[in-house]
């Protein structure tokens, strides 16, 4: 589910080098949630503490945001909000994947198929209050800024790096739709990444909205109904037999929202999954955002991390105090340059 445009959008490779000293607006759930269905032993076990409480979030935004954070990247944390009216059918849809997918784990343990159970465990990861409140006193006690938006996080997001941050860091393109001018993917240091079928390797790429508008020859309204076309969250599926490429055809040769939509009614006519573009536009180009969030830097917290990590979910000191030590070094350093 989700908007997929990978096929069309132009996008570079870049180093971390260019990305010092900039400023990133982080998509929290689409990040976390990848931490929780990718940092898992084989048969498909989260990282746990002696309590049996999931870490594998806290594993995954400890050690890449000191990282990050030692390349000189500064990062902002966007969380939801109460999601659209429009995107309860798909999180009910989602739901019941999830379901579907833990039926499918249980089989696989019984059988004592332990590819299938790392497969299936995968898929139904859920974000539970805990979980994400874990991950905010985490990342403010590593001096990240969290921001929790009205309702789409990635609207908010994206809102943030028109103003405020550099970029948007999320492996979704929905932040282009909203409008956001930089989106990063793959912003991670490590070159390769665990996936169902085996390690891809991989490397940070960033998509910029104003390239992708020109390369593609249209403006910010087309490429939202390109999207709505090719199905988003909002409409999961988008217009039977309406690919990537058949989609920009459309808004190229229609140019204006109401002839594109008007050249496909038959299609969505005689389709199951019926959907009103307008109301899917409209979350697009007027999201419920906050227009100057708030937006604080706190200091980062050595003790507080340690009690969170170490105490409270026996990780191991010595390396949490070694990751810290070196994030020390790298600041202390840049500040030494700075000075000179």
Same mark, same amino acid.
């Given at each position: 589910?989700?908007?997929?445009?990978?096929?069309?959008?132009?996008?570079?490779?870049?180093?971390?080098?260019?990305?010092?000293?900039?400023?990133?607006?982080?998509?929290?759930?689409?990040?976390?949630?990848?931490?929780?269905?990718?940092?898992?032993?084989?048969?498909?076990?989260?990282?746990?503490?002696?309590?049996?409480?999931?870490?594998?979030?806290?594993?995954?935004?400890?050690?890449?945001?000191?990282?990050?954070?030692?390349?000189?990247?500064?990062?902002?944390?966007?969380?939801?909000?109460?999601?659209?009216?429009?995107?309860?059918?798909?999180?009910?849809?989602?739901?019941?994947?999830?379901?579907?997918?833990?039926?499918?784990?249980?089989?696989?343990?019984?059988?004592?198929?332990?590819?299938?159970?790392?497969?299936?465990?995968?898929?139904?990861?859920?974000?539970?209050?805990?979980?994400?409140?874990?991950?905010?006193?985490?990342?403010?006690?590593?001096?990240?800024?969290?921001?929790?938006?009205?309702?789409?996080?990635?609207?908010?997001?994206?809102?943030?790096?028109?103003? @405020?941050? +550099?970029?948007?860091? #999320?492996?979704?393109?929905?932040? !282009?739709?909203?409008?956001?001018?930089? $989106?990063?993917? %793959? =912003?991670?240091?490590?070159?390769?990444?665990?996936?169902? @079928?085996? +390690?891809?390797?991989? #490397?940070?790429?960033?998509?910029? !909205?104003?390239?992708?508008?020109?390369? $593609?020859?249209? %403006? =910010?309204?087309?490429?939202?109904?390109?999207?709505?076309?090719?199905?988003?969250?909002?409409?999961?599926?988008?217009?039977?037999?309406?690919?990537?490429?058949?989609?920009?055809?459309?808004?190229?040769?229609?140019?204006?929202?109401?002839?594109?939509?008007?050249?496909?009614?038959?299609?969505?006519?005689?389709?199951?999954?019926?959907?009103?573009?307008?109301?899917?536009?409209?979350?697009?180009?007027?999201?419920?955002?906050?227009?100057?969030?708030?937006?604080?830097?706190?200091?980062?917290?050595?003790?507080?991390?340690?009690?969170?990590?170490?105490?409270?979910?026996?990780?191991?000191?010595?390396?949490?105090?070694?990751?810290?030590?070196?994030?020390?070094?790298?600041?202390?350093?840049?500040?030494?340059?700075?000075?000179?």
């Amino acid at each position: 589910m989700g908007l997929n445009i990978a096929e069309i959008i132009p996008r570079k490779v870049v180093e971390f080098s260019e990305l010092k000293g900039k400023t990133i607006a982080i998509d929290a759930y689409n990040t976390i949630y990848q931490f929780l269905s990718t940092i898992r032993q084989s048969d498909g076990t989260p990282l746990m503490d002696s309590k049996k409480r999931i870490t594998s979030h806290l594993s995954g935004l400890f050690y890449r945001n000191i990282n990050l954070m030692q390349e000189g990247v500064k990062l902002i944390y966007v969380f939801d909000g109460v999601p659209p009216e429009l995107k309860f059918k798909t999180n009910m849809r989602r739901s019941e994947i999830k379901d579907e997918a833990r039926e499918k784990y249980k089989q696989a343990r019984d059988e004592e198929d332990i590819e299938g159970m790392g497969k299936y465990a995968r898929q139904f990861v859920r974000l539970t209050p805990e979980i994400l409140e874990d991950s905010k006193k985490l990342l403010e006690a590593l001096g990240i800024a969290v921001v929790q938006a009205p309702s789409e996080g990635e609207a908010q997001a994206s809102e943030i790096a028109k103003h @405020s941050a +550099y970029a948007v860091g #999320s492996q979704d393109y929905d932040s !282009l739709l909203f409008g956001a001018t930089r $989106l990063i993917q %793959n =912003l991670t240091l490590s070159r390769k990444r665990k996936t169902v @079928s085996g +390690y891809i390797y991989i #490397s940070p790429e960033m998509i910029e !909205l104003e390239h992708v508008l020109n390369v $593609l020859g249209i %403006n =910010l309204e087309q490429l939202i109904c390109l999207g709505i076309l090719v199905g988003t969250d909002y409409n999961p599926g988008g217009i039977k037999g309406i690919g990537q490429r058949k989609a920009l055809e459309i808004v190229k040769k229609y140019r204006y929202p109401v002839q594109i939509f008007k050249s496909v009614e038959n299609l969505l006519e005689n389709q199951e999954n019926k959907f009103d573009w307008q109301e899917i536009f409209s979350l697009f180009k007027n999201p419920d955002i906050e227009k100057n969030p708030e937006i604080n830097f706190p200091k980062l917290d050595r003790e507080k991390i340690k009690r969170i990590l170490v105490i409270e979910h026996d990780f191991s000191e010595e390396r949490v105090t070694n990751a810290l030590d070196k994030l020390n070094l790298a600041l202390d350093n840049r500040k030494q340059k700075t000075l000179f």
